[in-house]
Structure formats: C-alpha cells, structure tokens
C-alpha cells in the first residue's frame, strides 16, 4: 500500500520537544519528505533526505526514520512552528497530515 | 535562488476544463521537473502527479489519469496542468512545486503561490 498515516493532532507547549510521526510501507525502501503549511500558504520543505534541512530551516527540525515509520522531531518549539506538517515519500501519495498546536 | 510563478485564479463551469501554468526562474539547473498538488477547502494535500523536464515523462495519479495532462513548453522552466471535465469537487487550490533528484530521494524544494480553481455552474 502507498498510503502514509499521520496522528491528526499534537501539541507542545513552548520551548518543549515534539515528534510527528508517519506510517506506511514504502517508508522501508525511501526516506521521507516534510512539509510545514501555515493557514492561506503554499507548503514548504522543511526536511529531506535521510535528514537535510533546506537553507534558512531552523536546526530545531529534524527528521528520522526506522522501519515503516519516520518522524519530524521539533526540539524547543516556537510559536512560529504552530502549522500542518505533511509527510511524503518517493512514492506518489502526501500523509494525511498533523496539526501541530504550540501552547 | 529559485522562484516559481503560476498563473492566475480560475473560474469554469462544470464539464470545462482549465490550464494552469507554472514557471521557474533562477538558479534551476538541477531540476528535474514539477510536481502538481491541488487542495481542497480544508482538506489536506493530494498529490497529482509530475512531470519531467529532460524527456516529458509523467507520473499522474490514477484517480486523475484520465481527466490530467502535464506538459512542458518550449519556454524555459515553463510547465502546465490541464484537468478536463471539471466537476465540483475539484474546487481546489492548484499547486507545482520544483521537484529535485540526488542519489537517493526526491523532493520538492520551491512551491508556487498556488492558483485557486473554483468550478461552479
């Protein structure tokens, strides 16, 4: 299957860590893509690759993966961060995305 | 820096169809085509498909196949998407994203403004 599940919701409060997490098969053969979309705004790239970050995302992401699951970890989360982040993989399908809530 | 451009809000009647344009500009030698991803009014992303820049391949998603054309133009950096027999529900907002290839992922580093489509008799 090609699908990729994600939680519908986190949060986080200020300052503290959070992981979203993302499942699916062809998680084992390809690393994940993640993309952060604040409301009314195009997606950005936050990490790809086995854990890259795009010039000007902050050192606070960070991506990981094992197995059929790859993770999106945000250490000392800011306001700014309070976002829809949607994975994806080589395959042709965006996970189901979380919203992510920083109190 | 890259910047990708696309073209301006729609509006069609159902069983129209619509041509979105999308350009990029820069610093785009290492591109290797554009992904197409529509949204919804609050849903999340729906990956359409893509295209390639060296030889026009495509990749569309099967529940678009038979409604979705991408093409490149002659146009440097220029591509567009045409979804025919508009109904409804493809009321969305339309985005292309540059799509990158290294050794071992692809990814789409520069998105579009995205380009709202509203189908509505």
């Given at each position: 299957?090609?699908?990729?599940?994600?939680?519908?919701?986190?949060?986080?409060?200020?300052?503290?860590?959070?992981?979203?997490?993302?499942?699916?098969?062809?998680?084992?053969n390809f690393y994940a893509n993640w993309y952060q979309q604040k409301p009314g705004q195009a997606p950005v790239l936050v990490i790809y690759g086995k854990?890259?970050?795009?010039?000007?995302?902050?050192?606070r992401f960070s991506g990981s993966s094992s197995g059929n699951t790859a993770s999106l970890t945000i250490t000392g989360a800011q306001a700014e961060d309070?976002?829809?982040?949607?994975?994806?993989?080589?395959?042709?399908?965006?996970?189901?995305?979380?919203?992510?809530?920083?109190? | 820096?890259?910047?990708?451009?696309?073209?301006?809000?729609?509006?069609?009647?159902?069983?129209?169809?619509?041509?979105?344009?999308?350009?990029?500009?820069?610093?785009?030698?290492?591109?290797?085509?554009?992904?197409?991803?529509?949204?919804?009014?609050?849903?999340?992303?729906?990956?359409?498909?893509?295209?390639?820049?060296?030889?026009?391949?495509?990749?569309?998603?099967?529940?678009?196949?038979?409604?979705?054309?991408?093409?490149?133009?002659?146009?440097?950096?220029?591509?567009?998407?045409?979804?025919?027999?508009?109904?409804?529900?493809?009321?969305?907002?339309y985005y292309c994203a540059r799509r990158v290839c290294d050794a071992i992922s692809c990814y789409d580093d520069h998105w579009g403004q995205g380009t709202?489509?509203?189908?509505?008799?």
């Amino acid at each position: 299957s090609s699908e990729l599940t994600q939680d519908p919701a986190v949060s986080v409060a200020l300052g503290q860590t959070v992981r979203v997490t993302c499942q699916g098969d062809s998680l084992r053969n390809f690393y994940a893509n993640w993309y952060q979309q604040k409301p009314g705004q195009a997606p950005v790239l936050v990490i790809y690759g086995k854990n890259n970050r795009p010039s000007g995302i902050p050192d606070r992401f960070s991506g990981s993966s094992s197995g059929n699951t790859a993770s999106l970890t945000i250490t000392g989360a800011q306001a700014e961060d309070e976002a829809d982040y949607y994975c994806n993989s080589r395959g042709p399908v965006f996970g189901t995305g979380t919203k992510v809530t920083v109190l | 820096q890259v910047q990708v451009v696309q073209s301006g809000a729609e509006v069609k009647k159902p069983g129209a169809s619509v041509r979105v344009s999308c350009k990029a500009s820069g610093h785009i030698f290492d591109t290797y085509g554009f992904t197409w991803v529509r949204q919804a009014p609050g849903q999340g992303l729906e990956w359409m498909g893509w295209i390639s820049f060296n030889n026009g391949d495509t990749n569309y998603a099967p529940r678009l196949q038979d409604r979705v054309t991408m093409t490149t133009d002659t146009s440097p950096g220029t591509v567009y998407m045409e979804l025919r027999s508009l109904r409804s529900d493809d009321t969305a907002v339309y985005y292309c994203a540059r799509r990158v290839c290294d050794a071992i992922s692809c990814y789409d580093d520069h998105w579009g403004q995205g380009t709202l489509v509203i189908v509505s008799s």
